[in-house]
């Protein structure tokens, strides 16, 4: 099944304790995307300024991914975001962000796009996000991210998206937040009752937990001795999660849990470099070979 | 295989936005014991004022649980610890300490306790925990925990503590102070060169990692819907890894992940009331049924 992913393209600074990376490729389109095509087509769609240049695009090229929606915008730059990270590496504090080219983003899909099975509406304005999903033809799956500005300055809105999806991909403290209620359990009954069949929570390097209406299933994030840049793990896992089931031939509690690991592993590899840097480099093989590893990270036999 | 456990028997306050609760049975030997006694038998050491009423007691009783080494100190008061919890039921802020008895606590074995197999030093002071191993025959086993004031008050005690045992129990903030290292699993290798087999990180509602010469294992904290009092956990799951080892003819990779379930486990019930009121009344067969209930939210497939 193809995938539609409707996001941002962006150029990044990031600033951690151990160096500074100016005009990185960024955006969650770019690394859901990539994560997404190494189990299925992916239709991008996004907009850039002319400052984004052919190098630029080169990250989707020899992929499975269709440009047909990466709108260039002459005499405008692209979407730009400074982010800085502590010595933990958690939670980026936001420096700067130029909206450019992204301010006027109204995507208008193609008959390709609309037909994609697998829809992805990154963190975008939720009246954004159900446009793009109005113009879809039946898509079998829905899934979407957000984020605290959304949950604070567009609720009603972010609800009715939420109403109208499959599967919610957010954070422990959007719940929080979304639901103001504590403990984060409760949170999650309580959203996946407005609708959705599946809401996956990231917990950063603590890992992911999901919630079906019958099942819980909890993995740690994989133990790294290099943490770079933790830009864009968040984007990499829901590229890496949803690509993984649309290739598949159902979303039964079996390959949910694959997809939750070979998120996980994607994203495992997207924070030891900056940017999309280790992303551009691994192979199938090296994604399967994570696999393996978080098998034996994770194993444990019944008492006997 | 007998444990021996040297550590504290508390009255606390417990403030949490939840509620209060006043004059608690508490304490880390106290925890440790009744979560351990499930598996294995118990020899406690520890040190109580004449306030410890037999009706205090009554925790021990009816279990595998040695009580010659709980000294009663004539006119003089229990151990007191104050505790405060915000929403998120995460790290407690010490409103108020009492050492009363515990001032003095300068254990002296019998041969029973001496003999003992398994040894648990809990978080007192590391010239005291050596003092205790030292008083010991030939113990197969020993493991200790510590916290942040006697990294900072007394590091160079700790570190002949960390030279001399064979596992450490401790908490991921600890392991970054300990050894100045932002990266975890860089802190925990180096955490193993000083001496410990297997290292053993406490990482609250995220659950725990588990370090050895030649594996990592990870486990998510089991997903609760009342927490109503974190106390203990760290003490309870050390018991219920421990209690379970001393069980096992040998300490291999398997059952040492086995154990970490059995930790995480009892730990799990713990938080779920106030003090040890829930582990007072489960049995053996809620701690298998729960042992399964974490098996099927963490097992995923290999890929196929």
Chains 1, 2 share one sequence.
């Not at 991914?65 to 982010?83: E, P």
């Not at 917990?203 to 290099?226: I, K, Q, S």
Request: charged share 25%; glycine share 6%; net charge neutral.
């Amino acid at each position: 099944m193809s995938i539609l992913v409707v996001g941002s393209v962006a150029f990044d600074r990031i600033i951690t304790p151990f160096g500074t990376a100016d005009r990185c490729l960024g955006g969650s389109a770019t690394y859901f995307a990539v994560a997404a095509s190494f189990f299925a087509p992916v239709n991008l769609v996004a907009v850039v300024g002319d400052d984004f240049t052919d190098e630029d695009a080169a990250i989707f090229k020899g992929r499975n991914i269709n440009l047909d929606g990466l709108q260039k915008v002459k005499g405008a730059r692209t979407f730009f975001w400074a982010g800085e990270y502590g010595f933990d590496l958690n939670v980026a504090k936001t420096r700067e962000t130029q909206l450019n080219v992204f301010a006027d983003f109204k995507p208008r899909l193609n008959d390709v796009q609309r037909a994609s099975e697998v829809v992805f509406l990154a963190n975008i304005d939720p009246d954004l996000q159900m446009d793009v999903l109005h113009q879809c033809k039946k898509p079998r799956m829905v899934a979407l991210d957000t984020m605290n500005y959304w949950i604070s300055a567009k609720k009603d809105a972010l609800t009715r998206a939420f109403q109208n999806v499959d599967l919610i991909v957010i954070n422990e403290a959007e719940v929080r937040q979304f639901t103001q209620e504590a403990n984060l359990v409760k949170g999650c009954r309580q959203i996946l009752t407005l609708g959705a069949k599946t809401l996956v929570i990231k917990r950063g390097e603590y890992g992911v937990l999901m919630f079906t209406r019958d099942a819980v299933f909890a993995v740690p994030a994989y133990p790294l001795e290099n943490v770079f840049d933790p830009t864009g793990a968040g984007d990499t896992f829901a590229g890496g999660f949803l690509g993984y089931l649309a290739s598949c031939r159902q979303a039964d509690d079996r390959e949910l849990r694959r997809a939750i690991i070979f998120g996980s592993v994607l994203a495992s590899f997207t924070v030891e470099k900056f940017s999309l840097d280790r992303l551009r480099e691994i192979t199938l093989a090296d994604v399967q070979e994570r696999y393996r590893a978080f098998r034996a990270l994770t194993h444990f036999e019944d008492y006997s």
